[in-house]
């Protein structure tokens, strides 16, 4: 007998006036078309999934990481399928721990951070991660 995974859900709505909010609340993101387009958010969410998930498992580890990311991709027609989507994802990540963790300790945090971000996980092109952690880039 299998167990059941756990389920998450979410929810956000896309009013009249095309500002976005979030079943939890907060600060809608306003129609700024321009500014914010859906291209964006995919990699402002990918930013967020990935440093929620490194930071969970830190801080299970006893660490308190201060964590930035940044996320350019390119978007075009697939070859194998002519249908548009990110084809190149890559993700800047500057983490900084007091103290840092033995360096086969650090590479098995980065290891979880990227495995258990679902939104990398539910992309069709796997991201290409770039980890500088208190100022030195991992391998």
Not at 58 to 80: F, H, K
Not at 112 to 136: I, M, Q
Request: proline letters at 6%.
């Amino acid at each position: 007998m299998s167990a059941r995974a756990r389920r998450f859900s979410y929810e956000v709505s896309l009013g009249d006036d095309w500002a976005l909010r979030s079943s939890l609340g907060g600060t809608p993101i306003l129609n700024e078309e321009e500014a914010w387009t859906p291209e964006h958010l995919v990699l402002a969410g990918l930013c967020r999934c990935i440093l929620t998930s490194f930071r969970h498992h830190a801080r299970r580890a006893g660490l308190e990481p201060v964590t930035g990311a940044a996320a350019q991709g390119v978007v075009t027609r697939r070859e194998e399928d002519g249908r548009f989507a990110f084809v190149e994802i890559r993700v800047d990540l500057r983490v900084r721990l007091d103290p840092e963790p033995a360096p086969d300790e650090l590479v098995a945090l980065v290891a979880k951070g990227e495995r258990d971000c679902f939104v990398g996980a539910s992309l069709t092109v796997k991201p290409d991660y770039h980890w500088t952690v208190n100022g030195e880039d991992l391998p």
